[in-house]
């Protein structure tokens, strides 16, 4: 089976600082690794995803992650936050293979609140 | 109409009242799925259609009923209702459930049970 953990439900930081939103997955097969941002009242739009090759990924609106096998971790980050980062952000897995093939487990979620 | 639509954005019904959500994909993908979203919970998977073949009923309740006439339409039939099934529910689609490929998801459906 898989898994995902989001440490930390809400996240606080200033505008202008760094974003660091962590993600740690459990998977007996290689993963597939994305993350998802949803703003209020919408759905979920994609930001990154790890399926193989260079470790880090970079996505839009400046947010990159990477995958750091030893660790299972696939934190998110950006540089300098903005005021219109504020939203909810999933890490998802997927299965490279087997039967849960394409099948996307969610993590909790993480609040991204961004003060002035 | 571009990418995910679904209607209505919002509903409100009773417990006895039956009604239905629609989902649109104008990607051309051909795998569809419906997500629940409760406040403080994950996102739970609830049906997953492939190429028009239901391939996953994640032991949803009977009262939620799918449907999926052809790969760009999605259904979700609800009859007889619980107030714990006011959540979001949202609609997503790949290009196959068979392999990872990314989902794309419409703006959901805020489904409100009374």
């Known amino acids: 089976a898989q898994s995902v953990t989001q440490l930390g439900s809400h996240v606080s930081v200033s505008e202008g600082a760094l974003v660091l939103l962590r993600c740690n997955y459990s998977s007996s097969v290689p993963p597939y690794l994305f993350w998802y941002v949803q703003y209020p009242n919408q759905g979920l739009q994609l930001l990154l995803k790890y399926t193989t090759g260079a470790t880090l990924v970079k996505g839009i609106n400046g947010f990159e992650a990477e995958f750091k096998k030893s660790e299972t971790s696939f934190h998110l980050t950006k540089p300098s936050a903005h005021m219109s980062d504020a939203a909810e952000y999933f890490c998802a897995v997927s299965r490279a293979g087997g039967t849960s093939y394409g099948k996307l487990t969610f993590g909790q979620g993480t609040i991204l609140t961004v003060h002035p | 109409e571009t990418g995910v639509t679904q209607t209505p954005r919002h509903l409100v019904m009773g417990m006895t009242n039956k009604k239905s959500l629609k989902c649109e994909q104008h990607?051309?993908?051909?795998?569809m799925y419906w997500y629940k979203q409760s406040a403080k919970k994950p996102l739970e998977l609830m049906f997953v259609?492939?190429?028009?073949?239901?391939?996953e009923n994640n032991s949803v309740p009977s009262r939620f009923s799918p449907e999926c006439p052809n790969s760009s339409h999605l259904f979700l039939h609800l009859h007889t209702l619980q107030p714990e099934d006011s959540a979001l529910y949202l609609c997503?689609?790949?290009?196959?459930?068979?392999?990872?490929?990314?989902?794309?998801f419409g703006p959901g459906t805020r489904l409100t049970v009374t």
């Open positions: 990607l051309g993908h051909n795998a």
């Open positions: 259609y492939n190429f028009k073949e239901q391939t």
């Open positions: 997503a689609s790949s290009q196959d459930s068979g392999r990872t490929y990314e989902q794309y």
